[in-house]
Nanobody, 121 residues
Framework: QVQLVESGGGLVQTGGSLRLSCAASGGTFRPPAMGWFRQAPGKEREFVAAISSSIYYADSVKGRFTISRDMAKNRVYLQMNSLKPEDTAVYYC?????????????????WGQGTQVTVSS
């Protein structure tokens, strides 16, 4: 069973930056696709970014967020720049066996517990 643990959330002012990290452990093999989702209060969970051999971003974060992966360390990162109040949410690490496009479409096999990101205006 794969476990995902996020870190790096916090409080930041508008225009600031944060870097989220997700560590994967457990299981014999690692899912090929990893990514990030977020859920704001009163809203549904939404896709943010995914990475394997390809990379996808939600339109709302393109040009501001960058996803990367360290295969040796079993970690995936989300560098978030030019943060806006509307980026405030709980950010969840996700992993899937079927690739980035299906992960983007919500077919997630493993979820992390989430980390809070709050952007103040």
């Amino acid at each position: 069973q794969v476990q995902l643990v996020e870190s790096g959330g916090g409080l930041v002012q508008t225009g600031g930056s944060l870097r989220l990290s997700c560590a994967a452990s457990g299981g014999t093999f690692r899912p090929p696709a990893m990514g990030w989702f977020r859920q704001a209060p009163g809203k549904e969970r939404e896709f943010v970014a995914a990475i394997s051999s390809s990379i996808y971003y939600a339109d709302s974060v393109k040009g501001r967020f960058t996803i990367s992966r360290d295969m040796a360390k079993n970690r995936v990162y989300l560098q978030m720049n030019s943060l806006k109040p509307e980026d405030t949410a709980v950010y969840y690490c996700a992993a899937g066996w079927l690739g980035t496009s299906t992960l983007r479409d919500g077919l997630v096999d493993y979820w992390g517990q989430g980390t809070q990101v709050t952007v103040s205006s």
